[in-house]
C-alpha cells in the first residue's frame, strides 16, 4: 500500500489519533467500537506504509516516538481544518441545526441553566437539547458534551473555558427564627447563631466583605447539607441561618419566606464557568447558547 493512499485512509489516521490520545489499544478500541487486535492491525499497516515506528510499546505501557509525535501534530492539525469548515458551513446556513449537549455539575450549574434552555429552545425550535446532570466534578466532562457549566475548575482537555463571573450569594433567615433569635446586624453574630452548613466545603466558615478585605466568620449548627433545596427548605423551616445564590433562594424570598440578612456584606468567592468544545469558530448552536448564557445567568 502506498504512502498517499494510506495517508488518505481517514479510518487508520484516526484511529492513530484516538491511540495517542488514549494511549491504550483497549481503549482505543472500546471508544471506535472494534477489537483491540483491529486497532493493532490498522497501526501496524499504518507503520508499514510510513516506513516508520510511531508508537514504542512496553509492558509498562505505550508512548509515541518522535515520527509519531510530528504525525499526530499534523493531523490534529487536519483535523482542526475540517472542523473549522464544517463549523463554517453549518453556519452559512439561516438558522442552526442539529441537537445541543448541555452538561451541568452540581446544583447551581443545573438551576442557573434552567432558564437559558427554555429561552434557547423558543427562540430556536428547530433545535434539540441534551441535558445530563452531575454531581460533582469528579465525574468530569462527560463525552460528546457541547457545553459544561460549573462551579468548580475542570481540567477538559480540548474544551475552551470562558468565566460568566461571580455568583451573587445571600444569608437568610426565615422571619419566625428572627423573631425567636432576633436580628443579625454584624457577620460576627451569627457565631452565635444556628447556621446550615454546606458539608462539601472542608471550612466551616462563611465569607463577608470588611473594610475592602474578607473576613472569614466561622459557623456551626445541628445541619449541614450538600444540597441547596434542603438547604433552603430546613431555612424556611426555621432551623437557622442559611447561606446561598440568591437564584437559589429569590422565590422563597420574594414569598416572604426567607429574609435576607447582611446584603452589603456577603463575599461571593464562586464564579460560574462554562467550557465549550471547538475553537473560536463556534456552531451557531452552542454561539447561541453561549450568548444567552452571558445575558442571563447571573
Same mark, same amino acid.
Given at each position: 500500500?502506498?504512502? $498517499?493512499?494510506?495517508?488518505?485512509?481517514?479510518?487508520?489516521?484516526?484511529?492513530?489519533?484516538?491511540?495517542?490520545?488514549?494511549?491504550?489499544? =483497549?481503549?482505543?478500541?472500546?471508544? &471506535?467500537?472494534?477489537?483491540?487486535?483491529?486497532?493493532?492491525?490498522?497501526?501496524?499497516?499504518?507503520?508499514?506504509?510510513?516506513?516508520?515506528?510511531?508508537?514504542?510499546? %512496553?509492558?509498562?505501557?505505550?508512548?509515541?516516538?518522535?515520527?509519531?509525535?510530528?504525525?499526530?501534530? #499534523?493531523?490534529?492539525?487536519?483535523?482542526?481544518?475540517?472542523?473549522?469548515?464544517?463549523?463554517?458551513?453549518? #453556519?452559512?446556513?439561516?438558522?442552526?441545526?442539529? =441537537?445541543?449537549?448541555?452538561?451541568?455539575? !452540581?446544583?447551581?450549574?443545573?438551576?442557573?441553566?434552567?432558564?437559558?434552555?427554555?429561552?434557547? @429552545?423558543?427562540?430556536?425550535?428547530?433545535?434539540?437539547?441534551?441535558? %445530563?446532570?452531575?454531581?460533582?466534578?469528579?465525574?468530569?466532562?462527560?463525552?460528546?458534551?457541547?457545553?459544561?457549566?460549573? &462551579? $468548580?475548575?475542570? =481540567?477538559?482537555?480540548?474544551?475552551?473555558?470562558?468565566?460568566?463571573?461571580?455568583?451573587?450569594?445571600?444569608?437568610?433567615?426565615?422571619?419566625?427564627?428572627?423573631? &425567636?433569635?432576633?436580628?443579625?446586624?454584624?457577620?460576627?453574630?451569627?457565631?452565635?447563631?444556628?447556621?446550615?452548613?454546606?458539608?462539601? %466545603?472542608?471550612?466551616?466558615?462563611?465569607?463577608?466583605?470588611? %473594610?475592602?478585605?474578607?473576613?472569614?466568620?466561622?459557623?456551626?449548627?445541628?445541619?449541614?447539607?450538600? !444540597?441547596?433545596?434542603?438547604?433552603?427548605?430546613?431555612?424556611?423551616?426555621?432551623?437557622?441561618?442559611?447561606?446561598?445564590?440568591?437564584?437559589?433562594?429569590?422565590?422563597?424570598?420574594?414569598?416572604?419566606?426567607?429574609?435576607? &440578612? @447582611?446584603?452589603?456584606?456577603?463575599?461571593?468567592?464562586?464564579?460560574?464557568?462554562?467550557?465549550?468544545? !471547538?475553537?473560536?469558530?463556534?456552531?451557531?448552536?452552542?454561539?447561541?447558547?453561549?450568548?444567552? @448564557?452571558?445575558?442571563?445567568?447571573?
Amino acid at each position: 500500500m502506498s504512502v $498517499k493512499r494510506v495517508l488518505r485512509d481517514l479510518n487508520k489516521l484516526n484511529t492513530f489519533v484516538r491511540v495517542a490520545e488514549r494511549k491504550s489499544f =483497549t481503549r482505543a478500541a472500546e471508544d &471506535l467500537r472494534t477489537t483491540p487486535s483491529m486497532i493493532s492491525k490498522h497501526i501496524k499497516e499504518l507503520e508499514e506504509a510510513l516506513g516508520f515506528v510511531i508508537l514504542n510499546r %512496553s509492558t509498562h505501557g505505550m508512548s509515541l516516538t518522535e515520527a509519531g509525535e510530528g504525525l499526530l501534530q #499534523n493531523c490534529l492539525e487536519m483535523l482542526d481544518q475540517i472542523d473549522s469548515y464544517v463549523t463554517e458551513a453549518r #453556519n452559512s446556513q439561516e438558522t442552526p441545526h442539529g =441537537t445541543l449537549s448541555l452538561q451541568t455539575i !452540581g446544583d447551581y450549574a443545573g438551576l442557573a441553566a434552567a432558564p437559558v434552555v427554555a429561552r434557547y @429552545l423558543s427562540k430556536m425550535p428547530g433545535l434539540k437539547l441534551h441535558h %445530563s446532570a452531575s454531581p460533582d466534578v469528579s465525574q468530569g466532562p462527560g463525552d460528546g458534551a457541547d457545553i459544561i457549566l460549573t &462551579l $468548580k475548575r475542570l =481540567t477538559a482537555p480540548g474544551f475552551q473555558e470562558v468565566d460568566l463571573g461571580a455568583v451573587r450569594h445571600v444569608v437568610c433567615a426565615s422571619p419566625a427564627y428572627l423573631a &425567636l433569635h432576633g436580628p443579625v446586624s454584624d457577620p460576627r453574630m451569627l457565631k452565635e447563631r444556628s447556621c446550615i452548613g454546606d458539608l462539601k %466545603s472542608p471550612s466551616k466558615e462563611w465569607p463577608f466583605h470588611s %473594610s475592602g478585605q474578607t473576613m472569614l466568620v466561622e459557623i456551626g449548627g445541628p445541619l449541614l447539607s450538600n !444540597g441547596w433545596v434542603l438547604a433552603c427548605e430546613a431555612a424556611i423551616l426555621g432551623l437557622g441561618i442559611v447561606r446561598a445564590p440568591a437564584r437559589a433562594v429569590e422565590a422563597a424570598v420574594a414569598r416572604g419566606q426567607l429574609i435576607c &440578612l @447582611l446584603e452589603n456584606s456577603v463575599a461571593s468567592p464562586e464564579r460560574l464557568l462554562a467550557y465549550h468544545s !471547538g475553537g473560536s469558530a463556534l456552531p451557531k448552536k452552542t454561539a447561541e447558547f453561549m450568548a444567552l @448564557l452571558r445575558e442571563m445567568v447571573l
